[in-house]
Structures are given as C-alpha cells and as structure tokens.
C-alpha cells in the first residue's frame, strides 16, 4: 500500500489569522490538485508565535480552524492534517492540532504536550495531558508538533498503538536546522515508522525559518527533502516496507520495559 502526502511548507503571517487561512486554502487546493491523499501543515500557522496577542487573535474553542478544515476536506475530498493553531478554550490558551478525514470528521485534536521555554510557550499556553492515535487513509497514526519530538520516550509511548506514520507540525527556526534533521531521522528509525515532519518558512520579530521539511522512511533514509522557501512537497511513502523493516530487526519485541524506569 502506498500514500502520496503532501507537505505545505509555507510562510505564516504575523498575527494576521484571515491572511494565513486564505494561504491554507490555496495551498490545500494545489495539493488536491496533484491528487495526494494527505496534506500536511507547520506548527501555529493561523497566528505564528505572536503569543503576547494571544487574547486578541486565539481561534475561540477552535471552532473557526475545525469548520474550514472540515469544509477544505469534504470540497476536495482529502485527508487534512492541520498543522497546529492557537486556540483559545476555557480561559487557557493551546497550541492544537486537529486533523480531519477525507470525509470532513474531525478524527483528532491534540493539545501540545512539551511546551519550548526558549519561545516563551510555557508564559502564555497551556500544556497538554493526553496523548494522540488516530486513522487517516485508512492508515494507523500519530502526530506531534514541534517540540515533541526532542522526547523519544514520548514517541516510543505513541508507537505503542501500532503507527505506522508520525506526523510532525513544526516552527522550527534556522538557528537549531542542523538538528531538526538528525531528531526527525532518530525519530524514525527508534520508532520503524515514516516521519512526515513539516517545517515554516519566513520570519516573526524573533526569529527566521527555513523550512527544510522532510519524509523520512523507517531506516531513517530522506524520501524527499524541501528547501528552505514556501513551497509544496509531494512524496508518496511504500507502507509495506514498514512491516519488513520490522521483521527484520523486531526492535519491539526485543524490548525490556521492566528495565526502562
């Protein structure tokens, strides 16, 4: 079984939400025109990190991103993984992620678990508590953003469920690129899992990024690799090479949790 995903490295709009949903929609149209079957986005794309106007500019419950993604998927008929957004629900402010089926379900929405001090996250957002599995094109998976993916033993804890594809929505700037790579290559190759890791371009106040999106397969080989401007990056991933990755090295089942405390 194969999957042909599309990775939207895009600019993002500081703190200017309409303008960043307009570039979601045109970019979720190029991508159903090269007729993928999911579309994947960086991290905080409906705000960037302007947290300090949090209050100003955070999508109330989530409702405006849900209901245009949802629309976005049933008008293309594509599945949607959403990038991240800031959301505001229950006083508190989140960086969410939801992804949407082909269909126009919501079929997750995850709150960030490890909030970055160097961005000022842990000031203004809330923490997530749960982690996250779903089934996109009929194919178990996961996603994380940004991060996330420094903790492998929280990676490890997902691919408990059986994912066979790690979704990472990332603003990831410049200065730390170099590591990006080799944390996204670790991640799939612990996990015997593909990494579709999605990565913004352009600049907020504080910082400058360069993109640099990657697939990764489950020997930690790059598929495909973007640049460092907005562009549109379509690979399709071999499914069944994951199960003879496993096979051949059964990494899971020469596990010893009773040691790992």
């Known amino acids: 079984m194969t999957l042909k995903i599309a990775l939207a490295q895009i600019d993002i709009t500081f703190a200017t939400p309409d303008d960043n949903f307009a570039r979601v929609a045109k970019y979720v149209e190029q991508a159903a025109a090269k007729q993928v079957d999911v579309v994947v986005f960086p991290e905080m794309w409906n705000t960037?990190?302007?947290?300090?106007?949090?209050e100003q500019i955070a999508d109330l419950n989530g409702e405006r991103?849900?209901?245009?993604?949802?629309?976005l998927a049933v008008k293309y008929h594509v599945n949607i993984v959403g990038g991240s957004v800031a959301i505001?629900?229950?006083?508190?402010?989140?960086?969410?992620?939801?992804?949407?089926n082909a269909q126009g379900a919501l079929v997750?929405?995850?709150?960030?678990v490890h909030l970055f001090g160097l961005m000022n996250e842990e000031k203004y957002i809330t923490a997530g508590a749960s982690e996250v599995s779903f089934e996109l094109a009929?194919?178990?998976?996961?996603?994380?953003?940004c991060y996330d993916i420094r903790f492998p033993e929280w990676l490890r804890t997902l691919s408990r469920h059986g994912s066979k594809v790690l979704y990472v929505s990332a603003d990831w700037p410049a200065v730390r690129i170099p590591q990006w790579e080799i944390l996204v290559r670790a991640r799939a190759i612990e996990n015997q899992s593909f990494?579709?890791?999605?990565?913004?371009v352009g600049?907020?106040?504080?910082?400058?990024?360069?993109?640099?999106?990657?697939?990764?397969?489950?020997?930690g080989n790059i598929v495909s690799q973007a640049g460092e401007q907005e562009e549109l990056v379509v690979a399709t991933i071999d499914l069944d090479s994951i199960e003879q990755v496993r096979?051949?090295?059964?990494?899971?089942?020469?596990?010893?949790?009773?040691?790992?405390?």
């Open 195 to 200: 990494v579709v890791a999605v990565n913004r």
């Open 108 to 112: 997750s929405a995850y709150d960030k």
């Open 88 to 100: 505001k629900r229950d006083g508190h402010f989140y960086n969410t992620s939801y992804v949407v």
């Open 65 to 71: 991103t849900q209901e245009f993604l949802q629309q």
């Open 48 to 54: 960037g990190y302007a947290l300090d106007q949090l």
């Open 247 to 261: 096979g051949q090295i059964p990494v899971f089942a020469d596990r010893r949790p009773e040691l790992y405390r």
């Open 138 to 145: 009929n194919v178990a998976s996961t996603g994380v953003i």
């Open 203 to 219: 600049d907020d106040p504080d910082n400058h990024f360069n993109g640099h999106s990657l697939v990764i397969d489950p020997l």
